[in-house]
T-cell receptor, first 115, second 114 residues
Framework: KAGVTQTPRYLIKTRGQQVTLSCSPI?????VSWYQQTPGQGLQFLFE???????NKGNFPGRFSGRQFSNSRSEMNVSTLELGDSALYLC??????????????FGEGSRLTVL | SQQGEEDPQALSIQEGENATMNCSYK?????LQWYRQNSGRGLVHLIL?????REKHSGRLRVTLDTSKKSSSLLITASRAADTASYFC??????????????FGRGTQLTVWP
């Protein structure tokens, strides 16, 4: 069974640009979460999607958005990039969002550098 | 903050020694999980312990949970150089919500020297 696939793995952008990151979950996993990881703040929750609906949102500005498609694939977008958006963006999936949160399966991440 | 906090921040040991990492958290939980991350890579789930469990084993891993002290420990026995990585605890808070979200600590950087 293929794992969680994130693309692109690395990208460099300049301030003011926008970026779109993609996440393909493990087959059968319908819940997709996104986390931002930086040395200063650690792992911060961005949002979670299930059935093409955002179910949970972290404390990030509106420049950070996401969506989920009918095949459970998800994208996140960051507009008007700032230097502080440089981070490893991690996608995590699981079978469903209900009940207690069980094991999350993470992708390898997308390393974003903003110059 | 609901995030867990790992202690120590960094741990350096020789191969064959045991490594113990601790995690403290603030809210009541459904479960607590430990993850491992090799440098710049994704996180890998190691073990999950539920709030009604006190100890759990998986291979060379032993996890304990003390809900009265809101703390957990991860023990890696007979460590190997390949265990070098960052280790994170993550809590699933008991908020009565069906939404899934984990709160991660800052991690312990473990270095195992050959």
């Amino acid at each position: 069974k293929a794992g969680v696939t994130q693309t692109p793995r690395y990208l460099i952008k300049t301030r003011g640009q926008q970026v779109t990151l993609s996440c393909s979950p493990i087959s059968g996993h319908r819940s997709v979460s996104w986390y931002q990881q930086t040395p200063g703040q650690g792992l911060q929750f961005l949002f979670e999607y299930f059935s093409e609906t955002q179910r949970n949102k972290g404390n990030f500005p509106g420049r950070f958005s996401g969506r989920q498609f009918s095949n459970s694939r998800s994208e996140m977008n960051v507009s008007t990039l700032e230097l502080g958006d440089s981070a490893l963006y991690l996608c995590a999936t699981k079978t469903n969002p209900g009940g207690n949160t069980g094991e999350l399966f993470f992708g390898e991440g997308s390393r974003l550098t903003v110059l | 903050s609901q995030q867990g906090e790992e202690d120590p921040q960094a741990l350096s040991i020789q191969e064959g020694e045991n490594a113990t990492m601790n995690c403290s958290y603030k809210t009541s939980i459904n479960n607590l999980q430990w993850y491992r991350q090799n440098s710049g890579r994704g996180l890998v789930h190691l073990i999950l312990i539920r709030s009604n469990e006190r100890e759990k084993h998986s291979g060379r891993l032993r996890v304990t949970l003390d809900t009265s002290k809101k703390s957990s420990s991860l023990l890696i026995t007979a460590s190997r150089a390949a265990d070098t990585a960052s280790y994170f605890c993550a809590t699933d808070p008991d908020r009565g919500s069906t939404l899934g979200r984990l709160y991660f600590g800052r991690g312990t950087q473990l270095t195992v020297w050959p």
